[in-house]
């Protein structure tokens, strides 16, 4: 029934140790340089809040009805 069922576990645990090396090499080497994160991180949050201020107004169901008495 499961012809491939071992060949699928061997080859996610192939992967598995692949990731666990590279993520010792990059522990090893001093870790992941994140200096440039939070200027990033700045510059993104900058550009999202300006597009949230310049966004037209929202449309209204109640200004929009003409008006009846």
Request: no cysteine; aromatic share 10%; net charge positive.
């Amino acid at each position: 029934m499961r012809g491939n069922y071992n060949e699928e576990m061997a080859w996610r645990r192939l992967q598995d140790i692949q990731r666990e090396m590279e993520n010792r090499r990059l522990i090893s080497d001093g870790g992941p340089n994140l200096v440039w994160w939070p200027a990033r991180f700045a510059q993104r949050l900058w550009l999202v809040a300006g597009l949230a201020t310049r966004r037209p107004p929202r449309y209204s169901a109640r200004r929009s009805r003409p008006m009846t008495n």
